[in-house]
């Protein structure tokens, strides 16, 4: 699911689109929607993969049982994996149904050179081994067996990375929230009771992504002003872009979304520097930030409700 860290980040680049020379903000801000809509049909993707992961276990099965002379074994299958209860789980979901018909260039029994390799790596894993060998079933345990293939053998695979990738450019990007939300969807089946994720955890925070870009770019020279200030050792058009927008994002937030914590903002800005920007911008950013939040403060510019959001 996407939390408001995730849709900052979105947001900061959408704004570095925008000023590296697309000056259609109306574009901007639809492309970033439908990137973050997209996020939705990737992890859907992924929770189809596994069933095809299984559908390769069936026709192993189906191969064996078809041969004239199979093998004891061949004629008694064990059907452990291709019967795992979290696969009918998800056989069943209409969403996932509806999801397949419709998007056609993610069906993996079309593209099964993807599952085909994960399957065959997978049954020489010893813990598939142990799995298929133990007389006990029960729900946890095909829930576990489920989370260490997914964990194991397609969040991290390149085949998959690069397919989805050539697919949709972002997907490459956003390819790990993805893949946790399929992990943390599987966690949370029970017997009775199994929903896939919505993407976000309030539709509202959609709305403040978009008005985020909005207000960063209305008061783009007010908030330039705070960070020529704040930075007087440094020539302001030698400041990184990416730099830039984080800290002009950071002070929008102080100013002008008033049931946002300061303290939010500022530990969020400073993560995002960490995680996108050069490994000297986190402390820049953080003084940065820090000094204009103190002197904000003293100014009384900065006007936070009582009950603040995260």
Known sequence: MLGRRQLRA??????????????????VEKNMVNGINDIQKLYYALLTLTLAVRDEAQKKIDIGLSKNFPTEEEKNPNRKFAENQI???????????????????????????????????????????????SETSSFEGDKEILLYLFANYIAPNEDV???????????????????????????????????????????????????LIRVSVRYEDELNLII???????DFERIALIDRLIIQMALAEFLYFPSIPPKVTLNEYVEMAKNYSTPKSKTFVNGILDKSLKDLKEAGKIRKSARGMM
């Open 161 to 211: 990375l690069n397919f989805v990738g050539d697919l949709n450019l972002s997907w490459s990007d956003d390819l790990h929230i993805a893949n946790t939300m399929v992990m943390n969807t599987i966690k949370s089946f029970k017997p009775k009771e199994h929903k896939l994720f919505a993407l976000l955890l309030d539709p509202e925070h959609l709305e403040f992504t978009k008005e």
């Open 10 to 27: 979105k947001a900061m680049q959408a704004l570095y689109a925008y000023y590296r020379g697309n000056e259609d903000m109306r574009w």
């Open 87 to 133: 696969f009918t789980i998800l056989e069943e979901n209409e969403t996932l149904q509806d999801f397949t018909s419709k998007n056609q260039q993610l069906n993996w029994a079309v593209e099964d050179i993807y599952p085909h390799k994960i399957f065959k790596e997978f049954i020489e894993d010893p813990k598939y081994l142990a799995y298929m060998d």
């Open 228 to 234: 020529e200030e704040k930075a007087q050792n440094w």
